[in-house]
């Protein structure tokens, strides 16, 4: 596996393995990869002849209030896992790449991006696609893969890439969880013990209000009782436990097509975030 951290090089290289014109799968990460990370580039493996994964904690994503400088970065642990898993090329381009000085464009997208996380977290999703959209420009992959653990965050990215003709076949891997259901995520490393007990509150919160809305409880009961189990295990604040259209984001307040129920809460100092399907009759 080459591991590249200036664009001339990675141009290069790229171009290189697009030479047999078969095609480039992109995973893009902030790294501290775990098993859901990991599933992601089995996926693209099966979508590419060729893997590029791309490591950037990007700092346009996180707020005044979020800590930057404390999320995980393990590069070397992450560099042999990638290897070990076939990878062939990791793109690890240092700040000054991706934000040179003078740099002044930001990626808005309305609409999709502006409720949930984008009103809890301001500048959140402008942040992720602007660097979504250069990551796609730099590898210029054929497939991109994202989970839907953040599923706000990959409608966000699919209407960027359709809006701007990027062109680019962005794929949706469903959420991996630990056996018990908790979905994967780099901040579980956050949890204490009792914490992480307490965070299973959180799928199953949303599978309770699934159960109750599919059997034709209101949606607005139905999250109510979703948010006191949340309550009940220590989660303050809730930001929101929203019913929303599956493909606009839009808020519903009857279950009469595709839906997606999404979640987000703090346990502690850890905000964790999770989503699921939900069916008309
Ligand atoms: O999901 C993530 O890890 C990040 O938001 C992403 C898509 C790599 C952009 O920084």
Known sequence: ???????PALRAAVAGLKA??????????MGALHDGHMALVQEAKRHGRHVV?????????????????????????????LA????????????EVMYPTGFATNVSVSGVSEGLDGAARPGHFDGVATVVTKLFNQVRPDVAIFGEKDYQQLAVIRQANSDLDIGIDIIGLPTQR????????SRNAY???????????LPRALGEAKRLMEKGESVESATAKAMIILENHGFWPIDYVTLCDAVTLEPMTVLDRPARLLGAAKLGKTRLIDNIAVEPK
């Open 20 to 29: 047999d014109g078969k095609p480039l799968a992109l995973v893009p990460t």
């Open 84 to 95: 070990a898993a076939g990878v062939d090329l990791l793109w690890l381009p240092p700040v």
């Open 1 to 7: 596996m080459q591991t590249l951290s200036d664009l």
């Open 191 to 201: 949890l204490s013990e009792a914490e992480r007990k307490a965070a299973l509150a």
């Open 53 to 81: 994964v791309s490591i950037f904690v990007n700092p346009k994503q996180f707020g005044p209030a979020e800590d930057l400088d404390a999320y995980p970065r393990r590069e070397a642990k992450d560099a042999a896992m």
């Open 178 to 185: 630990a056996e018990d259901g908790l979905a994967l995520s």
